[in-house]
């Protein structure tokens, strides 16, 4: 680009311009942020990770694990309760907002997503809406909760399961989309967490 020719540009291409310099500022910006949460799941140290979740706005409780690997979207998005375990390379999108209770279970690669597009939209527009998981629920190994969603108090979503619509508490969920198979007891009176010893993984 010739930058001698600036004074020639009308005011509509030189506004245009910055506008590019402006959104391709914020597309690094963008990138940066989501590569360095990236290397920060991978630090082998459980209160280092979550420290520096903290300090970028995430809320995490006591006796919390957040496992290596994961893919954190929007941290300042994200409350996560107490005795909760996320498991290794799971997807937590805070964008719209992501709300995790006490005692929940997150097995390995379970996504949590809070935006997608809407598929009969002609310009493939972006769809947001919140999350929550309630206390005790149990979100088995590869399963997809998409926006809107809440899962119910003690529920468990089956392995690869994909959930369109919210859950019922104490409900079990399985397939794609997920559907009723089974009921849970109500009686749950366990705390998750209790391995804080293992501040490697």
């Known amino acids: 680009m010739d930058y001698s020719s600036l004074s020639s540009f009308s005011s509509n291409s030189?506004?245009?311009?910055?506008?590019?310099?402006?959104?391709?500022?914020?597309?690094?910006?963008?990138?940066?942020?989501?590569?360095?949460?990236?290397?920060?799941?991978?630090?082998?140290?459980?209160?280092?990770?979550?420290?520096?979740?903290?300090?970028?706005?995430?809320?995490?409780?006591?006796?919390?694990?957040?496992?290596m690997g994961s893919e954190i979207r929007h941290p300042k998005g994200i409350i996560i309760g107490d005795h909760t375990t996320i498991g290794h390379r799971c997807v937590l999108d805070g964008r719209a907002g992501l709300?995790?209770?006490?005692?929940?279970?997150?097995?390995?690669?379970?996504?949590?997503?809070?935006?997608?597009?809407?598929?009969?939209?002609?310009?493939?527009?972006?769809?947001r809406a919140a999350v929550t998981v309630e206390d005790y629920a149990w979100l088995s190994c590869r399963s997809t909760i998409l926006p809107g969603v809440t899962i119910g108090k003690g529920a468990v979503v089956a392995a690869g399961a994909v959930v369109t619509k919210s859950i019922e508490p104490f409900t079990i969920v399985g397939g794609v989309p997920a559907r009723v198979i089974g009921i849970r007891p109500q009686s749950l009176d366990y705390q998750l967490g209790q391995h804080n010893n293992l501040w490697f993984v």
């Open 99 to 127: 709300t995790i209770g006490n005692n929940v279970n997150l097995s390995s690669e379970v996504m949590i997503w809070t935006m997608e597009h809407d598929p009969a939209d002609k310009q493939f527009a972006s769809v």
């Open 14 to 67: 030189f506004t245009s311009f910055l506008r590019q310099i402006r959104l391709s500022l914020s597309g690094i910006k963008r990138g940066l942020v989501f590569l360095g949460l990236r290397y920060v799941t991978e630090i082998p140290s459980q209160q280092v990770r979550q420290l520096i979740f903290q300090g970028m706005g995430m809320k995490i409780g006591t006796k919390s694990l957040l496992y």
